[in-house]
């Protein structure tokens, strides 16, 4: 249900930079105009699918379907209600061309209020640091929860098919990218750049799930839980106490 800012996401994606991508939308369940708006962007993108679930899946099921009906060699990550500044595809196009060890590729999220921005994520990019590799990039989204600005992430598709990826559908909708990137991490580089891709809307009166806060928490603690059960050989007694403070 976000006729209310997909347009403005759209026409984002219209002004970007780099114009050699197809887009490929899912509407999951919803009852607005979204289908209609998106009908309306048809002739301004070089290929236009749209998918449908008749009923309400959520984010694994639905980014899994996405996933699964691209042809590209990279995938780039959109949501309805964020804004996308127009270099952010060339750029990540670029770190992926040129790092054949890179498999996935983020950037700095602005969070805007409406008016303002009033924060940069993640502050590891924000401070001119880069991300940890392997085990200690696992490590760092593990204690810190999830340190890589998901809506505006590029992958490789090779990385995730070839072993087998998925996004999860067990956990609710707040940590399915969480446990994607720690899982992505054992596997292969993650780059993040240094410079804001995506404006994100946390306006006060938006409705997302992430604005549900004991939600949120109580997803957090299931995956702390269920990975250190599956990690032990990575998470430390000590890392599992960190996590849950």
């Known amino acids: 249900n976000g006729e209310n800012t997909i347009a403005t996401t759209l026409d984002s994606l219209v002004n970007q930079t780099f114009k050699d991508f197809e887009l490929v939308c899912c509407i999951d369940g919803t009852n607005d105009e979204s289908e ?3 009908n309306s962007f048809r002739d301004k993108f070089n290929k ?6 008749e009923l309400n899946r959520g984010l694994g099921a639905t980014m899994n379907r996405l996933m699964t009906n691209t042809i590209g060699e990279y995938v780039a990550i959109a949501e309805q209600d964020d804004y996308y500044y127009d270099t952010r595809l060339e750029k990540q196009v670029k770190v992926l061309d040129d790092n054949d060890t ?6 700095i999220a602005d969070f805007w209020n409406g008016e303002k921005i009033v924060m940069q994520f993640p ?3 924000v401070a001119g640091e880069q991300y940890p590799k392997g085990k200690d990039m696992f490590l760092l989204n593990y204690k810190k929860q999830v340190k890589v600005a998901n809506s ?3 992958i490789r598709k090779s990385v995730h098919v070839n072993n087998g990826l998925y996004f999860s559908v067990h956990y609710p909708s707040i940590s399915v990218d969480w446990t994607y990137i ?3 991490s054992l596997l292969s580089d ?8 995506v404006r994100l809307d946390r306006r006060n009166d938006r409705n997302s799930v992430t604005s549900n806060k004991n939600k949120q928490f109580l997803a957090a603690r299931e995956v702390i839980r269920s990975f250190k059960f599956e990690f032990p050989e990575i998470i430390t ?3 599992y106490k960190y996590s849950l403070m």
Request: net charge positive; with cysteine; charged share 10%.
């Open 190 to 197: 993650i780059y993040g750049l240094p410079s804001p891709l």
């Open 123 to 125: 502050g590891i990019l």
């Open 182 to 184: 720690m899982r992505f």
């Open 102 to 107: 890179v498999g996935l590729v983020s950037g």
């Open 36 to 38: 209609n708006i998106i």
């Open 48 to 53: 236009l699918t749209i998918l449908k679930n």
């Open 237 to 239: 007694a000590s890392d």
């Open 152 to 154: 505006c992430t590029m």
